[in-house]
């Protein structure tokens, strides 16, 4: 059993910054990825990092923009957010499980994760 718990969801400003956390009960699985949800649309992958390696992967409309890293020794993962947009406006969910290395990579993820957390709101105001 993994427990994910995200923090460090808020309110800022267009072009501000947050970086969420996402608290890891045990890394046995290889691969945590960064989803978010807005209102009124389907879920949608974020960037995702192999825990074997921190290869990291990131989709084309957070690249630049977004970083995820991780603290292994404190079993967390972040996601820093910087250069935020109004379309980045969601519940941000951290989600983990075991999938072939290249799908993480290259952020071919599945549908159905084994473990996610409970969310976290972020809200861009423009």
């Known amino acids: 059993q993994v427990q994910l718990v995200e923090s460090g969801g808020g309110s800022v400003q267009a072009g501000g910054s947050l970086r969420l956390s996402c608290a890891v009960s045990s890394y046995s699985r290889n691969c945590i990825a960064w989803f978010r949800q807005a209102p009124g649309k389907e879920r949608e992958g974020v960037g995702s990092?192999?825990?074997?390696?921190?290869?990291?992967y990131y989709a084309d409309y957070v690249k630049g923009r977004f970083t995820i890293s991780l603290d292994s020794p404190k079993n967390t993962m972040f996601l820093q957010m910087t250069g935020l947009k109004p379309e980045d406006t969601a519940i941000y969910y951290c989600?983990?499980?075991?999938?072939?290395?290249?799908?993480?990579?290259?952020?071919?993820?599945?549908?159905?994760?084994?473990?996610w957390g409970q969310g976290t709101q972020v809200t861009v105001s423009s």
């Open positions: 990092i192999f825990t074997g390696s921190g290869t990291t």
């Open positions: 989600a983990a499980d075991n999938i072939p290395p290249y799908d993480c990579y290259s952020g071919s993820w599945p549908l159905a994760w084994s473990y």
